[in-house]
T-cell receptor, first 113, second 113 residues
Framework: QKEVEQNSGPLSVPEGAIASLNCTYS??????FFWYRQYSGKSPELIMS????GDKEDGRFTAQLNKASQYVSLLIRDSQPSDSATYLC?????????????FGRGTSLIVHP | GAGVSQTPSNKVTEKGKYVELRCDPI?????LYWYRQSLGQGPEFLIY????????DSGLPNDRFFAVRPEGSVSTLKIQRTERGDSAVYLC???????????FGPGTRLTVL
């Protein structure tokens, strides 16, 4: 059973702090990794994609990938109350010749003023 | 441009009835995915289309579930003899090609009484 694991949280951080969200996966053959944000009652929205080991930065967001440790993380700098949402980690895993995303259950982030 | 659209936004039905859920992907996107999401969980993969064909339908829970995409654009998810356990939010996503970043529709909330 291929798995994507996330701590469900909630992770609570003060406004302006760095929020660190973590994800581990079981399929060593995975090549593509994604972070989605999902506000309550809404659908997931893509934040970041990462394909190579190391860091990828986009504004206040940094995705980090370590394939050897099967670990991907998302850092949110200068956290804002509007960042409060559930963050979903998705890993593309090869299945029947196609790459199918497997999602974690998500980590709930609360940024308090 | 227009994003992914799904209709209806809400569907309430009685146990044993038949329902159809529609997804209209972003124009030009060849890949289309259906997911089911229950409260507190990440999206659960149901089926993936590449063009008109179902490239992977391994996530469909049983033969009551069926999906089509006859012209390679709009897709319909069909559920026969609905059960209370089918109640969930059904999400559709499209991407330019398989394995790429996905763009989600707003979802259809299905309630089976």
């Amino acid at each position: 059973q291929k798995e994507v694991e996330q701590n469900s949280g909630p992770l609570s951080v003060p406004e302006g702090a760095i929020a660190s969200l973590n994800c581990t996966y079981s399929d060593r053959g995975s090549q593509s990794f994604f972070w989605y944000r999902q506000y309550s009652g809404k659908s997931p929205e893509l934040i970041m994609s990462i394909y190579s080991n190391g860091d990828k930065e986009d504004g206040r967001f940094t995705a980090q990938l370590n394939k050897a440790s099967q670990y991907v993380s998302l850092l949110i700098r200068d956290s804002q109350p509007s960042d409060s949402a559930t963050y979903l980690c998705a890993v593309n895993e090869k299945h029947r010749g196609s790459y199918i995303p497997t999602f974690g259950r998500g980590t709930s982030l609360i940024v308090h003023p | 441009g227009a994003g992914v659209s799904q209709t209806p936004s809400n569907k309430v039905t009685e146990k044993g009835k038949y329902v159809e859920l529609r997804c209209d992907p972003i124009s030009g996107h060849t890949a289309l995915y259906w997911y089911r999401q229950s409260l507190g969980q990440g999206p659960e993969f149901l089926i993936y289309f590449q063009g008109t064909g179902a490239a992977d339908d391994s996530g469909l829970p049983n033969d009551r579930f069926f999906a089509v995409r006859p012209e390679g654009s709009v897709s319909t998810l069909k559920i026969q003899r609905t059960e209370r356990g089918d109640s969930a939010v059904y999400l559709c996503a499209s991407s330019p090609g398989g394995g790429d970043e996905q763009f989600f529709g707003p979802g259809t909330r299905l309630t089976v009484l």
